[in-house]
T-cell receptor, first 106, second 113 residues
Framework: RKEVEQDPGPFNVPEGATVAFNCTYS??????FFWYRQDCRKEPKLLMS???SGNEDGRFTAQLNRASQYISLLIRDSKLSDSATYLC???????FGPGTRLSVLP | DGGITQSPKYLFRKEGQNVTLSCEQN?????MYWYRQDPGQGLRLIYY???????QKGDIAEGYSVSREKKESFPLTVTSAQKNPTAFYLC????????????FGPGTRLTVL
């Protein structure tokens, strides 16, 4: 089993839809979790950290499920500008998942 | 403006040549990292440095070398020993070491002809 796994997608959703991504990890001792966004041919940019209690930033909500060893990212009211690849990052060694591609369609 | 700069943005080299990629940060971060990204794939760690004059190999260090003589600078040399060097190279930094949020430079796209 890979250390960090994500559904590669693509997820094609209409504007205004709600979409959720999961990211599973194998190391149960992991303590740090992040979501990054990467636009085509650009560098990754930090979207949000993921806290044990879950956290929300506007239309974005991140959750951590330690028992099942996954983190999730929920995007509400999708905008065209949300189209990107979403990378999860896990653990002290900052292991990146392969990313999930999202396309928001008009 | 604080940030991380990488140069050049695009780089072409002939097979068998060494090439050095620049990475500079003025964020006063202690830790710096080099990643490689291949099309449609995630980032893989090449080297990282948590303090000046010290660095450690990442998952795919073979064929690469680094130095950390100054806090602000962490150049990466892609040597002729690297079998498949064509890739997108990303430099990052973080305030402290492991588990801290990392901030990325714009990347260098290396193509070996």
């Amino acid at each position: 089993r890979k250390e960090v796994e994500q559904d590669p997608g693509p997820f094609n959703v209409p504007e205004g839809a709600t979409v959720a991504f999961n990211c599973t990890y194998s190391n149960s001792a992991s303590q740090s979790f992040f979501w990054y966004r990467q636009d085509c041919r650009k560098e990754p940019k930090l979207l949000m950290s993921v806290y044990s209690s879950g956290n929300e930033d506007g239309r974005f909500t991140a959750q951590l499920n330690r028992a099942s060893q996954y983190i999730s990212l929920l995007i509400r009211d999708s905008k065209l500008s949300d189209s990107a690849t979403y990378l999860c990052v896990v653990g002290q060694n900052f292991v990146f998942g392969p990313g999930t591609r999202l396309s928001v369609l008009p | 403006d604080g940030g991380i700069t990488q140069s050049p943005k695009y780089l072409f080299r002939k097979e068998g040549q060494n090439v050095t990629l620049s990475c500079e940060q003025n964020l006063n971060h202690d830790a710096m990292y080099w990643y490689r990204q291949d099309p449609g794939q995630g980032l893989r760690l090449i080297y990282y440095s948590q303090i000046v004059n010290d660095f450690q190999k990442g998952d795919i260090a073979e064929g690469y070398s680094v130095s950390r003589e100054k806090k602000e600078s962490f150049p990466l040399t892609v040597t002729s020993a690297q079998k498949n060097p064509t890739a997108f190279y990303l430099c990052a930094s973080s305030i402290g070491g492991t588990g801290q949020e990392q901030f990325f430079g714009p990347g260098t796209r290396l193509t070996v002809l």
